[in-house]
C-alpha cells in the first residue's frame, strides 16, 4: 500500500527527537516489511510452503516452553 508518515515538529523540538518519531512510525507501519515483500514475486504455491515450514519451526520450538 501507499504509506504517508506525518511528524508534527514543535518549533523549540530537537531535530534527532523528531527523526526518532519518525523511524518508530516507520517501523509500525510496517514500510519497511511491505517494501521487502513486494521486492520480488512470490508464488502462492511457494508462499503456502513457507508458511507450512515457519508454523512447523515455531511448533517445534514451542513444544519444549511448557
Known sequence: ???LIIVNVNGNEPFE???KRFK???IKAGV????????YYLK?????R????KSAK???RNMWRD
Do not use: H, T, V
Not at 502462492?44 to 503456502?48: D, F, I, Q, T, V
Not at 513457507?50 to 515450514?53: G, L, N, R
Open 1 to 3: 500500500g501507499i504509506f
Open 17 to 19: 527527537r523528531a527523526l
Open 24 to 26: 518508530n512510525k516507520f
Open 32 to 39: 519497511l516489511r511491505d517494501i521487502k515483500k513486494r521486492a
Open 44 to 48: 502462492p504455491s511457494e508462499a503456502k
Open 50 to 53: 513457507i508458511a507450512a515450514q
Open 58 to 60: 515455531n511448533r517445534r
